[in-house]
Every structure is written in C-alpha cells, then in structure tokens.
C-alpha cells in the first residue's frame, strides 16, 4: 500500500494556509502528485477560498455534448485554477446539444458565456459511419458524410448569429478497429477515411467563421493509446467514454484553448541554465564536459531545446535567469557544439548571483511585459518553490525527475498556446533583439529629443481590414499597460463595432532606423453628434515613450475636426498595470468632465479649441480607406 | 475491516461530497448526505478506482450505496487479489 504522507502533508498545508500563494503551491504539488477527481474536488474548494485573486481572470464556459461530462468540470475547474483561471462551467442537457444550439431562448444564449465547447463523438452524430460503415453504399457514405458537415456548419452559423462566444469544436475520433480490418487503409473510401474528411471540413467551417476552432480530439486520444481510453463498463452504464486516468487529458485539452481565449497566457519563457539547457554545471564542469547534443544523456537536453526553440517561432519570448558568472554562461551558450540555442535567441539574459525573484522582476522590466506574463523553467525544486511563495502570478513548470522528460513537461504548458498567430509573433523574438540595440541607443543619445530625433520613427495609420483584424483583436486582449479603457472585445465584437455605423477601428504601424515594430496599436471610436467617443485607445509596450501616442492623438483630433466635430472625448479606466496611460488625456490638453467613485475619469477636448499637433520628429502616414 | 482503509474511504467520500470529514460515517449513504446524488456517486466510484487501483463490475457499482458497503467490497476484492 502507498504512504501517503507527501499528499497528506501538502493538504494540511493547502487547507491551513492563509493566503493564495501558500494553498497553490500546496495544491499544485497535491495536484502533481494525484490529477484525481477526489483531489480536484478538494482543490477547488480550497481555491474559492481565496477568490477573488488579483492576477486571476474569470471566464464563463458552457459544455454541450452528447455523453457524460460531468466527472470532468471539477477537474477542468482544479486545473483552471491553478493556472489563473476562475473558470465558472455549465454543462448542456445529455444529447441536447442540437436543440440548445438551435433555440433562440436557449441557455447558451442567455447567459453571457465566453467561450461554448461542442463535444460530439462519431458514434453519437454518425452512428451510419461508426457501426453500419461495411453496410454503406459508396452513394450513402458520401451523402452521409454530407449531412453530418451539413449539420456541422448550420450549427456553426446558427450559434455565430446569435452568440460572441468562442465556440470550439470537437473533431470526430476514428474507431479502434475499423470494421474492414487493415483493407480499411487501402481502399480510398475508408472508415477511417470518411471521418478524416468530415474533420478536414470542420476545418475550413473554423476558418470561414470568427471565433471558432477545432479541437483535434482524436488526437487526444492517440496520445493516450486508443486501447486504453474507452471504458466500455463507464459507456454502458452512465455514457461516460473514456478512463478516469484519461479525464486529465481532455481537461488539459480544453485548457490550451481556454488559456488563449481568456488572456491567461505567457509573453516570456524565463529558463535556468546548469542541469536544466544543459547537463552538468559549467562553473564546475567546464564547457567541454556540459551533456547537449544528438545522442546520449545530452540528447534530452537539446530536445529541450528544440521544444523552446518551437515557443519562440510561437512569438514566446526567451529569458535566462541562472545562477552562473556570465562569461562562463555565455561561453557555454555560444561555445558548445550541442547546442541548439545561442545567447542570441534570448531577449533577456541574466546571469548572477541574485536571487531568481530579483532576475525574473529584471526581466519582466527589461521587456516592458508584467510578471504574470513570465513562466519560469528550473529543474532546482527549491528555486520552483520559492519562485511560487514570492511571485504567485508566475507560472512555474513542473518538471519530472528525470531530463527525458522535460520537454514534453514544457509542451504540456497551455499557457504558451495561441489560436492565432500573426507574422508579428514569428518575429517577435527578432524584434526585442533590435529592441535591445534600441535601449542601448537611447542610453548613447544626449537629450531625449535628439533621441527622438535620432529614431526615425514612421507612424502609419489604417482603418482596420479583414487581415489586420486577428491581431488588432490579439492587441485588445494582451496590452495591459498603455491601454486606456483595457476593453477586451472579442473578434467578433470589434468586427461588429467597425460595421456599425459613426464608428471607426483603426490601426497603427510604426517603424524606425532600427526596423519594423510592426502592428502595435489599435484606436476604437464612436461619433454620436458632434462628439467623437475614444472607445479603446492603446499601443503595445514596443512603442511605449516614443511619443507616437501623441501623433496618434493629433491624427485622431484632425480627422474629426475635418469631419466637423466638435469635441473628443474618452474614458480613463485605471487597471494595476495601465499607470503608463494615466495621463494621457491631460497632457494631451483634454479637460476633466467626471470623476467616478472607481477612480475611473471622463475627459473632453474641445476641437474648435486645440488641435494636438504630431512632433515634429515623426513622420505620418495615413493609408486611405477603402471604397469598399 | 481494518481503520485506515475506512479512513482513506472517509476522507475521499469527504472530498468528493464536498463534505466536512466529521460528516461521514459508516452509515453514511445518499440518504443522509445531501449532496449524494446520482453524479457524485459516478465521482465517488471513479475516486475509489483511482485511488484504490480496483474496477468495478455495472452490479458492484449500483450496490454501493453506504461508506459500509464500499469499505467492506473494497476489503473483498483487495483480498481477492492478495493485497492486505
């Protein structure tokens, strides 16, 4: 019989502690230890505790499904907690999934949900393709693959009408056996075969449709072994499909679009050094004796590596924090033969004596990015530990005992996932590289206008399009600090606002000397009258203290005055992180017209006034709007 | 039956109840425990799978409807695969 005396240790810790960052770090290694129902239970009960929590955010998910899931919502809710998420979850009547899509008065469309999963298996929308395949004429199986993508994409359309929610489709999984045998995989109309042409047009109804994916479900069970995820007593009994064991793994699923969805995700992978990029410590080993490369024990490492080098194609940024004298650290970097990555993929490098909370504080400034963004990667469980007591709002990864399995523990992380990702993200890591030469320069340059001057900055401005959208939308959901009303509008929601009418989405493009920053802001307006509103007005950290937010100001006030209006106006809604936006609108010459008991502050610029002018050291661009 | 086997049950029926652990007892069923409805007894039997690397047959899992009756069929089959 196991001793239990770790788990029951790390309970009493959890139900004795009195703050937040003590239960979770307790709950995380309870969690660790046992990813049970009994044990997710236990955990959300504890963390409701401490609700609400500063960095958590709250997110509303509604289940339609066709078998039992219920077993499964504490454990979603256990995982979603310990990652940041209150996540509140109602599950759809048994099998109702069509009608509660279908009726208008239907709950799904009452309740204000953020996101809807659609969990439908093969044998339950297609039994003709799951038991009665060897029966099928060629004729019958098409049409029967026809009405099910047909279904498929009235459900789509029909919910899209009617709800702003993110809706994630499951894919149909394929059965364990098919009913031909292995002639299933030679014949071009297989079993198999038809359920993988159902997926690849659920595929292309995500892509026609904003706010929808498709969640790879038979993938998720070839991940478990096929053999071992169905429980047939379970099925036959309370029509639940697949082994407790297996719970985990579809929970985790859905969290890696729940994570995105929801903003919960990480800007920046902050990774140790010694042990853990590679094997051995390079102030007692020496470079030479460091473990990395293709084959034996430093094949782990650098498959570590690549699973790093993987995020930053992702648009992750990479930081090092270790404890090391820097010039040996470097040399090992740049130096050793195994290596797969180079000081010059990291945006950030801090290597010292200090405590890791002091480097990952350092970081979090040098990148302009807040500490909840970082997710730290040590194989010291001491470091992990105290990483979690001082700086509960950074993910911090679990790792295995033994290096094999570390990069798949950094896989694992949904909070490195994103449902899209824009030519900015592949380049993001490239950009703080410049950005880096760009800090350097400013500290070189005299006054502050000389280095104003010295930048050459462009600043273009756009109304938004339908491929600007996507990351016009990413922009609203991930700038934290020059953002001035923090609105987090949904996809759908800004393309419903540009349509609308009197209103005008526009984006911002900057570049300089140095390079292209890219897509790095976003202004949302209304005119009602002969008043403007400033909706949503905000730019990411790149450009922040470059003075582009004041050619954007003068942008916006000529092109109303032209228009014959007489006054803009715009909320300032102050957040924990927004402090770099507060003054704003005072220093841009708008008066205070309200102040509400929240702190939040309306403020008005009379147009017949004053007209902010664009500096002098900026050059604008505005690309026309389109007949269209 | 041997304590800490009914204790291990205990705590779990107490976890998966959503509970106080003082609340279960042997007699403990969905009688006398409110939040003892059809799913939480599916949760109650994956819990006990779980944590007891045992499955149940369809029969066993509609017959265990007090703390009693699962202590005592979790005694059975651990004996029957010589585990004490």
Sequence with gaps: ?628 | MTSSLMARVAQLAADVFSVPLEQIEPQSSPDNIESWDSIQHLNLVLALEQEFGVEFTPEEIEQLLSIELVAALLEEKQKACGVY
């Design chain 1, 1 to 628: 019989m196991r001793v239990d005396f770790n788990s029951s240790e790390c309970r009493n810790l959890a139900e004795q502690a009195e703050s937040w960052p003590q239960a979770q770090a307790a709950l995380q290694e309870l969690w660790q230890q046992r990813t049970a129902p009994a044990t997710a239970a236990f955990v959300v009960s504890c963390a409701e505790r401490f609700r609400p929590q500063p960095y958590w955010v709250s997110m509303r998910l509604g289940i339609l499904r066709s078998f039992t899931v219920e077993p499964l919502i504490p454990m979603l809710r256990a995982g979603a907690f310990l990652g940041g998420i209150d996540l509140t979850v109602r599950a759809g009547d048994f099998n109702a999934y069509s009608q509660e899509i279908l009726d208008p008065a239907s709950w799904i469309y009452r309740n204000s949900l953020d996101a809807v999963i659609l969990a439908v298996q093969t044998c339950d929308i297609s039994p003709e393709l799951w038991e009665r395949y060897s029966e099928l004429t060629a004729g019958e199986r098409e049409s029967e693959i026809a009405r099910v993508v047909e279904s498929f994409r009235n459900w789509v359309s029909v919910f899209r009408s009617r709800s702003k929610a993110a809706l994630i489709l499951h894919g149909l999984e394929c059965p364990a056996f098919a009913s031909d045998g292995v002639l299933d995989g030679v014949s071009s109309h297989g079993q198999a075969d038809a359920i993988r042409q159902i997926n690849r047009e659920l595929r292309a109804i995500a892509a026609e449709n904003a706010g929808v994916y498709v969640l790879d479900y038979d993938a998720v069970i070839a991940r478990c072994g096929r053999n071992r995820w169905f429980d047939e007593v379970k099925w036959m009994l309370v029509r639940l499909p697949m082994r407790a064991e297996h719970f985990r793994d579809l929970t985790s699923e859905w969290l890696r679009f729940l994570h995105p969805l929801s903003g919960r995700i990480a800007k920046v992978l902050v990774t140790d050094l010694d042990n853990t990029l590679w094997g051995g410590i390079v102030s007692e080993d020496g470079v030479e004796r460091l473990q990395a490369g293709v084959e034996g024990p430093g094949a782990a490492f650098r498959q570590l590596q690549r699973a790093i080098l993987d995020l930053s194609r992702r648009g992750i940024l990479l930081a090092v924090a270790s404890k090391n004298n820097a010039d040996e650290a470097l040399e090992a970097l740049d130096r050793h033969p195994g290596m797969l990555l180079r000081s010059k993929n990291f945006a950030a490098l801090q290597m010292n004596w200090n405590d890791k909370t002091a480097s990952l504080r350092e970081i979090a400034r040098q990148l302009n990015v807040g500490t909840d963004s970082l997710v730290f990667l040590d194989d010291n469980p001491a470091e992990r530990q105290r990483v979690r007591l001082e700086m509960p709002e950074v993910m911090v990864i679990e790792l295995p005992a033994h290096p094999v399995g570390y990069a798949n523990a950094l896989r694992d992380c949904p909070m490195f996932e994103r449902l899209v990702l824009s030519e900015e993200d592949r380049r993001r890591g490239e950009l703080y590289i410049v950005q880096r030469e760009r800090q350097s320069f400013e500290e070189q340059a005299g006054s502050l206008e000389e280095f104003y001057q010295s930048l050459g900055q462009q600043v273009m401005i756009a109304p938004m399009t339908a491929d600007t959208l996507p990351r016009a939308a990413q922009l609203l959901l991930k700038t934290n600090q020059f953002n001035l009303t923090t609105h987090r509008y949904k996809q759908t929601e800004i393309a419903t606002f540009a349509a609308a009418s009197g209103c005008d989405v526009y984006t911002i493009n900057v570049r300089d000397r140095f390079g292209d920053n890219g897509l790095v802001g976003v202004v949302m307006t209304q005119r009602t009258g002969d008043a403007c509103l400033i909706d949503v007005f905000l730019l990411s950290c790149r450009v922040i203290g470059r003075t582009v937010e004041t050619a954007v100001m003068a942008f916006l006030a000529e092109k109303n005055r032209s228009r014959g209006v007489a006054r803009l106006e715009g909320w300032f809604l102050p957040t924990r992180k927004n402090a770099p936006a507060e003054g704003f609108y005072r220093n841009h010459g708008f008066r205070l017209v309200q102040q509400k008991q929240d702190g939040s502050t309306l403020w008005s610029l009379n147009l017949n006034e004053t007209v902010p002018a664009c500096p002098s050291w900026i050059e604008m661009n505005m690309v026309k709007e389109s007949a269209a």
